[in-house]
């Protein structure tokens, strides 16, 4: 029986951990990616299109990332949120690249 409800917390947690994460990337979305990101505006990948953003997970977080912070094509880096850290920066992706709006 503990043991079900250690397994049961620590499911919870993870949970919490995840609507965290995503209120962040939703909160960083909305500060310094809507602009580019809502409209499509210079190729951008458009928030929640599963098919534009596929494409760029072929290539791995790794270079998502590592592009979001220097820059790609028309993309200034980090998206000009220069008070954005790369934790910032991971869970906007992450968001972008979610299914649900």
Known sequence: MIRSLTILVLLM??????AESDDKG?????????MCHAAGISNA???HNQEQWNERKEKGMDVLLKNAISGINQMPPRGLCMTCSDEDLQAAIDYMMSAGG
Not at 13 to 18: D, E, L, Q, R, V
Not at 26 to 34: H, I, L, M, P
């Open 13 to 18: 947690f993870g949970w919490f951990a995840k």
């Open 26 to 34: 939703a909160e960083v979305y909305n500060q310094a990616c809507v």
């Open 45 to 47: 990948p458009l928030v």
